[in-house]
């Protein structure tokens, strides 16, 4: 088990939104303020992280032609117990977030991490690969709605630092475009182009060799 490769891979390589493209419908939607993109993302990583090691401990006894239907159950009952107590503990992100918290049954990126991780890995594993997963989701939907939030409203930490957030520019000054759904695709876009440079980008070693060749 190599932690560091792990971790490496849910923030950077194996990025669930900028690299694998899972989750794309919750990504585009919620990241308006901070408030909804730290609930949403942590609310996946705690989903994700249990799934993955409640399906590690029945990976061999779960029948392999039902192996899906048992997955979303499993996510099911965990997404119905974050649901439950977000409603109870925090209703202003449950009714900000709605139906987005019960499509995590269905989200890509858990059922990928369950067929593709958890159902080959063992329990310690798993947990690390929800939690860095988790992470890795949760940076790029922050980092989305900090963009997102500053451009449209022009505040920042809506919800989180200050209710109606930190104003930073001027009222009426922001593209409220942006905090409409073109936004999130455009906001997306450059996010996913960005990583992807920076994951391209050749290393120096790799030029230093082009040279002398």
Not at 5 to 32: E, R, W, Y
Not at 134 to 161: A, D, P, S
């Amino acid at each position: 088990m190599n932690v560091k490769k792990q971790f490496m891979d849910g923030l950077i390589h194996q990025n669930p939104v900028t690299v694998q493209l899972l989750g794309m419908c919750s990504v585009l939607a919620i990241t308006t303020t901070m408030f909804n993109g730290i609930g949403m993302g942590l609310s996946v990583l705690v989903i994700l992280t249990l799934s993955n090691i409640f399906i590690s401990v029945l990976r061999k006894i779960i029948p392999n032609k039902i192996r899906i239907a048992c997955y979303i159950v499993v996510i099911a009952g965990f997404v119905t117990i974050v649901e439950l107590a977000l409603k109870a503990y925090l209703p202003s992100l449950s009714e900000s977030l709605g139906l987005f918290i019960p499509l995590i049954v269905v989200n890509c990126i858990i059922l990928g991490r369950a067929e593709g991780f958890a159902s080959k890995n063992g329990v310690a594993a798993s947990a690390l690969d929800g939690i860095f997963q988790g992470l890795g989701y949760t940076v790029i939907l922050v980092i989305m709605c900090v963009i997102r939030e500053f451009l449209g409203n022009g505040t920042f930490g809506t919800g989180v630092l200050a209710p109606d957030g930190i104003r930073i520019l001027p009222e009426g000054v922001g593209a409220l475009g942006m905090i409409l759904p073109v936004g999130g695709f455009l906001t997306l876009a450059c996010v996913i182009a960005a990583m992807q440079y920076f994951l391209n980008k050749p290393k120096k070693d790799d030029k230093k060799e082009e040279v002398t060749k």
